[in-house]
Structures are given as C-alpha cells and as structure tokens.
C-alpha cells in the first residue's frame, strides 16, 4: 500500500467517506488545495493536509492548515506528518486540530480485528 492509501484505508475504517485531491475556494477568494476531504455520518467536513517529510513539521504549517480549514468553513481538520514540534501540537490543541503521524496510524492498522462468533 502506498503511502496516501494507507491513511485513506485509515479514514475509511475509522467511518469517513474520503474525496482526494480536493480544491476548494475560500471566502478570502483563496484557492486552497487538501490532499483528502473527509465527510463523516452527520454531514460534517474535515480537511486534510499530508506532509510526508523528513523533517519535523512546525507551527507554521498547523497555522495555515488552521487558516485554510476556515476561510473554507470546514468543521475540523487533520494533519498527517512524520513528526511535529512541541510548539504544533501546542497550536493543534488550542485550535482543535488533529495531528496524526505515519507511525500512529500504521500502528492502528496492525491491531487485530477481534469478532465474536
């Protein structure tokens, strides 16, 4: 599984319907680009921004996944990433931005499925 399809397969279990690469305008009149729209069971909108970097991603890039997610009147936000900064994840908890890394959600998808019979 490629990188994107993993954390696509991850939204999907976890109950949202996903659209890729969504491009939508702001009413700043800004185009802002997301590389998943998330659309949950009540019709709520969560936009996501996919950084796959080898370095750690900072505030700056929480900020604006911040900015972009409301100029667009989006209901909440997540941002995938290696590695944050004290001070992102700082930001994210005020903001209510969900930080994801790679490693959580890989991690989520290697737990077994129990069913009961």
């Known amino acids: 599984m ?3 399809e ?3 397969e991850y939204f999907r279990i976890i109950g949202y319907g996903v659209e890729r690469n969504v491009e939508l305008q702001g009413r700043w009149n800004v185009k802002w680009k997301f590389n998943l729209l998330l659309k949950d069971g009540l019709g709520l909108l969560r ?3 996919i950084k796959n970097w080898k370095r750690t991603v900072g505030i700056n890039v929480v900020v ?3 900015r972009a997610s409301e100029d667009v009147g989006l209901d909440g936000s997540f941002l ?3 590695s ?4 992102a ?5 005020k903001r209510g931005i969900e ?3 790679f490693e959580e959600i890989l991690s989520f998808l290697r737990k077994p499925v129990i069913t009961s019979h």
């Open 2 to 4: 490629s990188l994107p």
């Open 64 to 66: 604006m996944l911040d």
């Open 89 to 93: 994840y700082a930001y994210a908890v």
């Open 80 to 82: 995938v990433a290696n």
């Open 47 to 49: 936009g996501v921004w």
């Open 99 to 101: 930080l994801l890394t």
């Open 6 to 8: 993993f954390v696509i």
């Open 84 to 87: 944050f900064s004290t001070s």
